[in-house]
């Protein structure tokens, strides 16, 4: 069945870089997608990459793609302590147009000044 | 600024009663999901609706939760009878294509 696995932490310290990391299970998505949400607000669409990509850079976000491996990874450069919350992986593999996600559970970014 | 509103943003109760939350999606989306977030679980996708129809509630308990979209531009979850069990963050979130979601802030329903 579909799958979303992510490592439920990591802490940085600010101005580092920060390497969130996902594996998926279902090779028919056709886009993943990086959603972050701040402590009492719910998830904010970040970034997202079509899966005949391997690479997306946007400011301080780049996204890697291995399709081989279904391992998908989110950098923020110079981490700051306003990135600090968590940072959920979603795949849309084999929901046909419904919009459907399947996510992760979520990576808590604790950075430390 | 576009966003989806969602009523209560908190919600005490006690157990057996009921509970109704309201979800208002983007204007002109089609698509209005019900997640449910909790520290033991995580999101969980309770039920979608496209274009006003279910697509999908295998997530919901059915014996005590129903969602319905009574027009286009609100979404109800109501829970008869509510659980201790059931407290958590919910969130509506609602969408136009395929995987860009836009969520609400949650409600967040303590049962006692």
């Known amino acids: 069945g579909e799958d979303v696995e992510q490592s439920l932490f990591l802490s940085v310290r600010e101005g580092d870089s920060s390497v969130i990391n996902c594996t998926y299970t279902d090779s028919s998505s056709t886009y993943l997608y990086w959603y972050k949400q701040e402590p009492g607000a719910g998830l904010q669409l970040l970034t997202y990459i079509f899966s005949n990509m391997d690479m997306k850079q946007d400011q301080r976000l780049t996204v890697l793609l291995n399709k081989k491996d279904k391992h998908l990874s989110l950098r923020i450069a110079d981490t700051q302590t306003g990135d600090s919350a968590i940072y959920f992986c979603?795949?849309?593999?084999?929901?046909?147009?419904?919009?459907?996600?399947?996510f992760g559970q979520g990576t808590t970014l604790q950075v430390k000044p | 600024d576009a966003r989806v509103t969602q009523t209560p943003r908190h919600k005490v109760t006690e157990m057996g009663q009921e509970v109704t939350m309201r979800c208002q999606p983007i204007l002109g989306h089609n698509t209005v999901f019900w997640y449910r977030q909790t520290m033991m679980q995580g999101l969980e996708l309770l039920a979608y609706?496209?274009?006003?129809?279910?697509?999908?509630d295998s997530g919901m308990p059915k014996d005590r939760f129903s969602a319905e979209m009574p027009d286009a531009t609100l979404a109800t979850l109501k829970i008869q009878p509510s659980e201790p069990r059931d407290s958590a963050v919910y969130f509506c979130?609602?969408?136009?294509?395929?995987?860009?979601?836009?969520f609400g802030p949650g409600t967040r329903l303590t049962v006692l």
């Open positions: 979603a795949e849309n593999g084999g929901s046909g147009n419904t919009g459907k996600l399947i």
């Open positions: 609706f496209r274009n006003r129809a279910p697509l999908d």
């Open positions: 979130a609602s969408g136009l294509r395929a995987g860009e979601q836009f």
